[in-house]
C-alpha cells in the first residue's frame, strides 16, 4: 500500500512538467531535503495549477537542485462548479482561514471587496496566494484559485454584474441556495452587515439574496456555509 504523497506546486513558466527533469527551486530543495529529509527513491507529485499532475521519483540531490525521473500522470481534480467568492474585508487571520477554507471547498475566484462597515486594511495579496497554493497542495485540487486585490464593492458589482448569477447571502431571507447553475458568484457580508445603500446597490444589479442558515453567523462561517452548499 503506497503511503499518501506529499504534493508541491510548480509555476509551469519556471519550472515545466516534461518527463525527467531537474527542480532548482531552492526553497522546494531546501524543503525537500532539510524539512522532510527525503531520500532518493521516494516519490512526490508535483503539479502545475494549469494542466498537469504528475508521479515523480527522485534520482539525486545536487547543491543546486534535485534531480526527479518521471513515474505516471495523475488524473487532474477540479471543482466541479466555478464559484466567485465575494466577501466584505475581515481581520487578517480571517481573510486568510476564508482562504483557505475557500480553496479545500472548491471556490476558483477570490474577490475582496471594501464595504461600508468592514476592515480596510491588512491585506496582502501575495501572502493570500501563498495560503492559496498551501491549501490546494494538502487538499489535493489540481488547480490553483485566483485572487484579485480589494475591489470597491460598486465596482465588483458593475464588473460581474450580467457574467453569472450573483447571490447575497443575509440571514434575514427565507430563499435558499440554488445549485444549479455551473457558475455562480457568492456575496458575503462584514461582521456588521450590509448597509442599506450597499442592499440597493444589489438590489440595481439583479442579485438574489438567500439564506445559509437559520442563525446568525459570523462573517467567516458564513463563507464558508454558503460555499458547502454550493459545492455539494
Known amino acids: 500500500m503506497r503511503v499518501r504523497l506529499h504534493r508541491f506546486y510548480v509555476d509551469p513558466a519556471k519550472t515545466p512538467l ?11 530543495v531546501h ?10 527513491g521516494q516519490e512526490l507529485v508535483l503539479f502545475d495549477g494549469v ?18 525521473q518521471y513515474v505516471t500522470d495523475f488524473v487532474r481534480k477540479l471543482p466541479q462548479r466555478e464559484v466567485y467568492l465575494f466577501w466584505a474585508l475581515l481581520k487578517k487571520d480571517k481573510n486568510d482561514w476564508v ?10 475566484h477570490f474577490v475582496p471587496v471594501l464595504s461600508e462597515r ?40 458593475d464588473e460581474f454584474e450580467g457574467k453569472m448569477p450573483l447571490y447575497v447571502c443575509q440571514q434575514s431571507t427565507q430563499a435558499t441556495l440554488p445549485v444549479t ?6 456575496y458575503i457580508g462584514p461582521e456588521g452587515g450590509w448597509s442599506e445603500d450597499e442592499l440597493e446597490l444589489f438590489a440595481r444589479s439583479g ?8 442563525f446568525t453567523l459570523r462573517a467567516e462561517t458564513a463563507a464558508v456555509a454558503a460555499i458547502t452548499r ?3
Open 99 to 108: 482562504i483557505q477554507k475557500g480553496t479545500e471547498l472548491g471556490v476558483n
Open 118 to 157: 468592514c476592515e480596510k486594511t491588512g491585506f496582502v495579496l501575495d501572502r493570500a496566494q501563498k495560503i492559496a497554493i498551501e491549501a490546494a497542495e494538502q487538499c489535493g485540487r489540481s488547480n490553483i484559485p485566483t485572487i484579485r486585490e480589494p475591489l470597491q464593492l460598486a465596482t465588483a458589482i
Open 18 to 28: 516534461v518527463h525527467d527533469l531537474w527542480v532548482h527551486d531552492m526553497s522546494l
Open 207 to 214: 442579485s438574489q439574496s438567500i439564506a445559509v442558515a437559520d
Open 181 to 186: 447553475a455551473s457558475k455562480v458568484g457568492l
Open 51 to 68: 494542466a498537469k499532475e504528475v508521479l515523480y521519483k527522485l534520482v539525486s540531490f545536487a547543491d543546486d537542485g534535485v534531480q526527479l
Open 31 to 40: 524543503q525537500w531535503r532539510r524539512v522532510l529529509r527525503y531520500k532518493v
Open 230 to 232: 454550493i459545492t455539494a
